[in-house]
Each structure stands twice: as structure tokens, then as C-alpha cells.
Nanobody
Framework: QVQLVESGGGLVQAGGSLRLTCAAS????????MGWFRQAPGKQREFVAA????????NFADSVKGRFTISRDNAKNTVYLQMNSLKLEDTAVYYC???????????????????WGQGTQVTVSS
């Protein structure tokens, strides 16, 4: 069974940092681009960051550029999202997502990802 499990969410003060982890299982993910998306209450799910299958290429939403980084360890089937200088507007449920095997481009488009985790809550307080 293909599965993505996020962890690392929590409550943090504005200006603080968190690192989210996405553990993948059920198949090799080294040929799949991976992404992070988020959804705040009453809003649509939006793209945050993505990384190519090799890790050489990344994409970021303008709202997080310079504050968030994404990385992956293919040997561990794990993807990370390092979030620094967190803002109140970063509060959301964060989802990890994977593209199909062989699709290594880090697209920003939600429907290009076919496997999703259950999400982890990130709450930024003032």
C-alpha cells in the first residue's frame, strides 16, 4: 500500500521554525517529484514547494521563497520541508504529495500529484 505520512507540525510563535517530514512507503519514490501543499480554513489547497526526483530542482510559492526550503533523502524515502521565519499566515494543514513514478518534474499543479498524505497541522501564533 502506497502511503505518505507527515510529521513535525505543531504550534510555534511567529518568527520561529519548524521542520516537516514526509515518510513514503509502499513503492520507491526516487523517480517521483514530491511536493508540499497547504490548506487554511475556508481556503483552497495551495502549492508550497516541490522538489524533483533527483533533488536537483525545486519550486517554491512566492509567499514562502527565502523562508522555506525543501529537501529529500531518496535512500530513506523521505522529504523534508524546513520552515523558517514563520508568519501567522502560514497557519494551515500541510500535505505531502507524490507524483507518479517516472514523473520527476516538480510541478506546482495540485492535480499532477496522485498520492497524498493525511496532513499535519501547523499553527503560528503571535
Amino acid at each position: 500500500q502506497v502511503q505518505l505520512v507527515e510529521s513535525g507540525g505543531g504550534l510555534v510563535q511567529a518568527g520561529g521554525s519548524l521542520r516537516l517530514t514526509c515518510a513514503a512507503s509502499g513503492r520507491p519514490f526516487s523517480s517521483s517529484a514530491m511536493g508540499w501543499f497547504r490548506q487554511a480554513p475556508g481556503k483552497q489547497r495551495e502549492f508550497v514547494a516541490a522538489i524533483s526526483n533527483s533533488g536537483a530542482n525545486t519550486n517554491f510559492a512566492d509567499s514562502v521563497k527565502g523562508r522555506f526550503t525543501i529537501s529529500r533523502d531518496n535512500a530513506k524515502n523521505t522529504v523534508y520541508l524546513q520552515m523558517n521565519s514563520l508568519k501567522l499566515e502560514d497557519t494551515a494543514v500541510y500535505y505531502c504529495a507524490a507524483r507518479r513514478a517516472g514523473f520527476g518534474y516538480p510541478t506546482t499543479i495540485t492535480y499532477n500529484y496522485d498520492t497524498w498524505g493525511q496532513g499535519t497541522q501547523v499553527t503560528v501564533s503571535s
